[in-house]
């Protein structure tokens, strides 16, 4: 099973309003990366909050992390249309000398003009 | 340029065979990591690895193998055990743990 499940599935939004998707995750955590991928492309990197963090902001981006939840959610302001994509977020374990890097179901976001 | 690269980026297989994806990154990249995507769906881990000559199974590593002989390349080998191996393959690097990781454009694998 996947080590994270995002909410909601799917999420379709005017341009200019701001999205919010939420990941549940099942294990204990290095970090949390949030990932975008554009329909049949490889993901790009968006965002990282460590697990002794509880926000971060990069640019439209806002990411929360509460790790007594396991749970994190990513919000994008004033969305607009060229940020249609599927958002994932990806938790990182460390396994002896490796990185385990475990990603959630996605979040499809539509945004339309 | 910088990057990681997967060839080919269609791959079509008769079933019963073996085929093998590559995935090569020029970035000196400690880690590396394989996922299969299916139509709708998450990344699903089938190995990973952190330094040569060692990796570990992801969550679906059944039907799968993959070799880490030098630090620029981990190709994955899809085998005839693999039940339904029609997918979506990605392949990944990052520099260090705990790090973001860098795909590949993918490679789609179709099985006829």
Request: proline share 2%.
């Given at each position: 099973s996947q080590q994270g499940e995002e909410d909601p599935q799917a999420l379709s939004i005017q341009e200019g309003e701001n999205a919010t998707m939420n990941c549940s995750y099942k294990t204990s955590i290095n970090n949390l990366q949030w990932y975008r991928q554009n329909s049949g492309r490889g993901l790009v990197h968006l965002i990282l909050i460590r697990s002794n963090e509880r926000e971060k902001h990069s640019g439209r981006l806002r990411v929360t992390l509460d790790t007594s939840k396991k749970s994190s959610s990513l919000l994008i302001t004033?969305?607009?249309?060229?940020?249609?994509a599927s958002y994932f977020c990806a938790t990182v374990l460390n396994t002896g000398t490796a990185s385990k890097l475990t990603f959630g179901t996605g979040t499809r976001l539509q945004v339309t003009l | 340029d910088g990057g990681i690269t997967q060839s080919p980026k269609y791959l079509f297989r008769k079933e019963g065979q073996n085929v093998t994806l590559s995935c090569e990154q020029n970035?000196?990249?400690d880690a590396m990591y394989w996922y299969r995507q299916d139509p709708g769906q998450g990344l699903r881990l089938i190995y990973y690895s952190q330094i040569v000559n060692d990796f570990q199974k992801g969550d679906i590593a059944e039907g799968y193998s993959v070799s880490r002989?030098?630090?620029?390349s981990f190709p994955l080998t899809v085998t005839s055990?693999?039940?339904?191996?029609?997918a979506f393959y990605l392949c990944a690097s990052s520099i260090y743990r705990n790090t973001e990781a860098f795909f590949g454009q993918g490679t789609r694998l179709t099985v006829v």
């Amino acid at each position: 099973s996947q080590q994270g499940e995002e909410d909601p599935q799917a999420l379709s939004i005017q341009e200019g309003e701001n999205a919010t998707m939420n990941c549940s995750y099942k294990t204990s955590i290095n970090n949390l990366q949030w990932y975008r991928q554009n329909s049949g492309r490889g993901l790009v990197h968006l965002i990282l909050i460590r697990s002794n963090e509880r926000e971060k902001h990069s640019g439209r981006l806002r990411v929360t992390l509460d790790t007594s939840k396991k749970s994190s959610s990513l919000l994008i302001t004033a969305s607009r249309a060229a940020d249609t994509a599927s958002y994932f977020c990806a938790t990182v374990l460390n396994t002896g000398t490796a990185s385990k890097l475990t990603f959630g179901t996605g979040t499809r976001l539509q945004v339309t003009l | 340029d910088g990057g990681i690269t997967q060839s080919p980026k269609y791959l079509f297989r008769k079933e019963g065979q073996n085929v093998t994806l590559s995935c090569e990154q020029n970035l000196n990249h400690d880690a590396m990591y394989w996922y299969r995507q299916d139509p709708g769906q998450g990344l699903r881990l089938i190995y990973y690895s952190q330094i040569v000559n060692d990796f570990q199974k992801g969550d679906i590593a059944e039907g799968y193998s993959v070799s880490r002989e030098k630090k620029e390349s981990f190709p994955l080998t899809v085998t005839s055990a693999q039940k339904n191996p029609t997918a979506f393959y990605l392949c990944a690097s990052s520099i260090y743990r705990n790090t973001e990781a860098f795909f590949g454009q993918g490679t789609r694998l179709t099985v006829v």
